[in-house]
């Protein structure tokens, strides 16, 4: 392989690097709170708001359920608008993170539903507050799931990276598709498959052992 | 010995007064509308163990859960130190709640945090400084007996330990109530022992009022000094616990004394036990006696006053809220004769006696 497209194997595992950790951060970053707001706005729960919940639940889910290549072309107009441009690494971002949002708020809200109701209970009868709830023993609580679920969104995100690549998108996709498949280069495509498959072990064994490292259920020693 | 009188605490003496409290929960979804509390007035002494016993389901835990706020009382009111609890906002919640401990089932402690930092919660949520919160937390720790436990977290403790963190915690912010919801119910018969000695000390030497409710009769037995019996929602016996115990009134209070060992008949004579005599039948009596009368040598009295052979079916002597208390169940022959000479006895001596029937 020439080192020309070597250097280009490199460029695009950044690129798809780039996308994933963007998407990843601001996804999760509006995700988190709508999980929280889904998991706790029941009715009788810290936030009250039976209608909203179903409203948002709906929203999440339709957004769920539409197929991502679907999204990409969907909101060509709303990633014009944000980014100036409809392809590129930089375009690609942005369905990315849409599909991030409702994918990280459902694992959120999962993580959180399975705390025991003893603990909001027992910390109610401290005196606490919802919000000292969601911080002090909600979020704490569940860092071990909360953990896993960035793991999934991240390596759900390397496997969308790869999709937009087929739109133009950048990254290692998109390597894959113009050299490997469409110049016939099969060795090319080995590699992106390879480095596709390296990262998101890489990230599975970094999360499962952070999430492992946080997890203060069982005995240890 | 008689039953003295009960009389309840005076409102100024009391911690908690529930007044003609009811709970009513509306029908939603699929589970129909229930009354799971029915006007229950009820007052519970500053500095007294006061137990709440009744069957699953009784309406125990709702009743628990309005002395701070948890649940709110469809009808009536619940006075916490004066205090209307079902009149305060969210904000007068919280603070009430700062001054009742809590104490539950399955200890709900934090799995996060170390045994000091789910002490420390509390006290992070009424907003103490660190400094202030690791002075306050060491003494505690000491009380429970786990202060070389500190760093650990709370898979890394038994059943016991846990709960003694759960009542450290729910002592941290100083409350002058301790509410305690089946707090020995997911403990051995010995750690239970243990807990509720550490809840009689810490009643004793800080002046804690501790209000709790079990299903257990040994629990109540062990610790209390009033307790109140609920049943289906309603309150169907009160009183100093020694006299509930020594005379249970209602059925529901004999039933769930029945599960106490010497007060269990052996199944061969409760299964051959008839209601009425016949000749040559004998009476199956339980004898109750307690204070100087459970000192004496009673049996070898009865034997020589009755004359007759005197089986003993079973017995013990225990003690209730620190008074010594024996029951035993005998069986003599059931002539007019032998009674009679029995009852003499009874009367003298001043033993409280319940014909369970007749054995041939
Ligand atoms: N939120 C609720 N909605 C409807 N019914 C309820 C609710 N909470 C409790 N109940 C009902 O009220 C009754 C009393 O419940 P409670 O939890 O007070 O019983 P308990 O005496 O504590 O029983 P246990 O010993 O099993 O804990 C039960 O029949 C229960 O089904
Ligand atoms: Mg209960």
């Keep these: ?221 | 010995m008689s039953v003295s009188a009960y009389t309840a605490p005076a409102p100024g003496d009391a911690a908690v007064i529930f007044d003609g409290v009811s709970k009513h929960f509306a029908a939603s979804g699929k589970s129909g509308a229930f009354t799971a509390l029915d006007t229950v007035s009820l007052s519970v002494g500053r500095g007294s163990i006061t137990g709440i016993i009744g069957r699953s389901g009784a309406g125990k835990s709702t009743l628990i859960r309005l002395v701070n706020g948890l649940e709110k009382p469809t009808g009536g009111t619940v006075l916490v130190d004066g205090v209307d609890v079902g009149a305060l906002d969210e904000a007068g919640l919280r603070e009430l709640r700062r001054s009742v401990g809590m104490i539950f089932q399955h200890f709900n402690l934090l799995s996060s945090r170390t045994v000091f930092g789910n002490v420390a919660l509390p006290l992070e949520i009424a907003g103490m400084d660190k400094q202030a919160i690791e002075k306050r937390v060491r003494p505690l720790l000491d009380l429970v007996g786990l202060a070389d436990k500190h760093g650990r977290y709370p898979a890394e403790l038994s059943g016991g330990q846990k709960q003694r963190i759960g009542i450290a915690r729910a002592l941290a912010t100083e409350p002058k109530l301790l509410l305690s919801d089946e707090a020995t119910s997911a403990l051995d018969p010995e750690t239970t022992q243990s807990i509720l000695e550490l809840l009689k000390r810490i009643n004793a030497d800080l002046g804690l009022t501790v209000l709790l409710i079990t299903h257990e009769m040994e629990v109540v037995k062990a610790v209390t000094s009033d307790v109140a019996v609920i049943d289906h929602g309603r309150i169907v016996e009160r009183g100093h616990t020694f006299d509930v115990f020594t005379h249970p009134r209602h059925e529901t209070t004999r039933a769930m004394l029945s599960g106490l060992p010497g007060s269990k008949l052996p199944d061969a004579v409760s299964r051959g036990l008839k209601p009425q005599a016949d000749d040559g039948d004998r009476a199956v009596v339980r004898l109750t006696f307690f204070g100087a009368a459970a000192e004496r040598p009673l049996i070898s009295q009865l034997i020589k006053s009755v004359g007759a052979e005197v089986n003993i079916i079973a017995g013990t002597i225990d003690e209730i809220g620190g008074r010594p208390y024996g029951s035993l169940v005998v069986a003599y022959g059931a002539d007019a004769e032998t009674a009679g000479r029995a009852e003499r006895f009874f009367t003298e001596n001043g033993l409280v006696t319940e014909v369970l029937g007749y054995v041939a």
Excluded: W
Excluded at chain 1, 11 to 28: C, E, F
Excluded at chain 1, 72 to 87: D, E
């Design chain 1, 1 to 221: 392989m020439s080192p020309d497209l070597l250097l280009r194997i490199g460029s695009a595992t950044l690129d798809t690097l780039y996308m994933v950790a963007i998407a990843g951060l601001i996804g999760s970053l509006i995700g988190l709170p709508i999980g929280i707001f889904l998991a706790t706005s029941g009715k009788g729960e810290l936030f009250p708001a039976p209608t909203t919940n179903r409203i948002v639940g709906l929203i999440v889910n339709a957004a769920r359920s539409t197929p991502f290549i679907i999204l990409v072309v969907a909101i060509i107009p709303f990633t014009r608008l944000i980014t100036g441009t409809s392809i590129g690494t930089k375009a690609a971002i942005v369905p990315l993170t849409i599909a991030t949002i409702p994918f990280v708020a459902r694992l959120v809200e999962a993580a959180i539903r399975e705390i025991d109701k003893g603990l909001i209970e027992a910390a109610r009868a401290m005196g606490a507050t919802p919000m000292q709830i969601v911080f002090k023993v909600l979020l704490a609580e569940a860092r071990p799931a909360l953990t896993l679920a960035l793991t999934m969104t991240i390596v759900s995100l390397i496997g969308y990276s790869a999709m937009v690549g087929a739109v133009g998108g950048g990254g290692l996709g998109d390597l894959g598709i113009r050299y490997g498949y469409q110049r016939f280069m099969p060795d090319v495509m080995l590699v992106v498959v390879i480095v596709l498959i390296v990262l998101v072990q890489l990230v599975q064994s970094a999360g499962d052992g952070l999430a492992r490292h946080f997890d203060r259920r069982s005995r240890k020693n």
